[in-house]
């Protein structure tokens, strides 16, 4: 059973990414494998053009994570991992 994910849903965890990236990816295979429902918001490819990003989190590196459940806004996939084991890993 895979995440429900959607472009504009009302899903409480937001992720900024970019296509093929590997950390990106790395974050989006956990978000799946804990069955977590979030919307996925590419970006600009141009590190300089990632407004959107510099505007949540401070930074234009993605990914970034921003939790509202737990009110966690969170760039760095290594600590994203980490936030997401932690918070909702639990028992598997």
């Not at 590190?47 to 970034?64: E, F, I, L, W, Y």
Request: negative net charge; contains cysteine; hydrophobic residues 35%.
């Amino acid at each position: 059973m895979g995440a429900a994910t959607s472009a504009d849903g009302e899903a409480p965890i937001t992720f900024y990414r970019l296509q093929a990236c590997p950390y990106c990816e790395r974050v989006a295979r956990l978000l799946e494998a804990y069955d977590l429902d979030y919307r996925s918001r590419f970006v600009e490819p141009l590190h300089s053009r990632r407004d959107v990003v510099k505007r949540v989190a401070g930074v234009r590196t993605v990914p970034v994570v921003v939790d509202e459940t737990t009110g966690v806004t969170m760039a760095e996939s290594a600590n994203i991992v980490n936030y997401l084991e932690s918070t909702y890993g639990g028992e598997n």
